[in-house]
């Protein structure tokens, strides 16, 4: 039997990049498990400005367009999950500033089968939409780790992701109080680790993340590790950890940090600019620890026009 699988698009005004998504599903190849797909966009924008991309006919899959004008994140996804078809074995997620490789769904599909999991994630590889500066591809900024294809891991995220549709019944949706913050996928995750649910490692299921000019740059890459400080605290006075001990590691970070910058910051002379941005980096993620744990949130997603390049 065909596996039924249900493919969660969340855009907000990305109309080019959904466009070339919504193509590159066209181009998924399936050699051994073909499965039945029906892609499911959540249009964030009040304007409803994806319904047109949406009723491209030369699309190759039943796309259902849903408009979710309250916004925020963890809004529109929940908004996709509420609509899966009731025949749905597997729900996917995938962003839409990336597209895929041709293998994959069907590796997604393929370690779930080989493993028996509940959840499976794969790499989003970078592609920079201009050059991007050196210090910034020698440091890895934009990289995520990889694991060894089928590995057992104990996390994941919404850019590229497959679940039982079990999953999504038991552990619910999306936490609606990070909806603008971001961390709302970390956070669904951990949830799941908690029901008891296995993730695992596809390393041949890969997908490409758009990375613009605006975020391959160090006020980018710093708000970035702000808002993850930010999160990493919520999830731990979530688990009960008190805030004097959150408070600690956030001021232990911005110290060794802030020294390390200093001490790195002759690297800078030999144009090697990554170094001592690492270390800027963790005292910049203590300070969103500590802020956090105070009660000041910054907001991810809370403004602003996203420009197209494709």
Known sequence: MKPKVNIIIVTYRRLSWLRHLLYRLNLLQFRQITPDIVVIVVDNDPQESAREVCQDRALRYKITYYSEKRKGVSHARNAGLLRIR??????????????????????LLIIQERTG????????????????????????????????DG??????????????????????????????RGGEDTEYFERALKHGFRIFWADRAEVYEWVPP????????????????QTLSYLKAKKGTQKLVIGFEGLARIGIGSLMFLLTLP?????????????????????????????????????????NYV
Request: proline letters at 6%; aromatic letters at 12%.
């Open 86 to 107: 009731p025949d749905a074995n597997f729900v996917v997620f995938i962003d839409d500033d990336e597209f895929p490789s041709p293998q994959w769904l069907e590796e």
């Open 214 to 229: 605006e975020r391959a740059n160090l006020f980018w890459i710093l708000q970035r590790a702000y808002r993850t400080g």
């Open 267 to 307: 690297w800078l002379a030999a144009r090697r600019t990554e170094v001592p941005v690492k270390w800027l980096r963790i005292c910049v993620r203590g300070l969103g620890l500590l802020t956090a744990m105070l009660g000041i949130w910054y907001h991810e997603y809370g403004s602003g026009r996203v420009r």
């Open 117 to 148: 999991a509940d959840i499976v994630t794969g790499p989003v590889i970078p592609i920079f939409v201009e050059k991007a500066p050196d210090w910034i591809v020698r440091g890895k900024f934009m990289e995520r780790p990889r694991h060894p």
């Open 151 to 180: 590995s057992n891991i104990n996390y994941a995220r919404t850019g590229n992701v497959l679940m039982k549709r079990e999953v999504c019944q038991k552990v619910g949706l999306f936490n609606e109080e990070l909806s603008l």
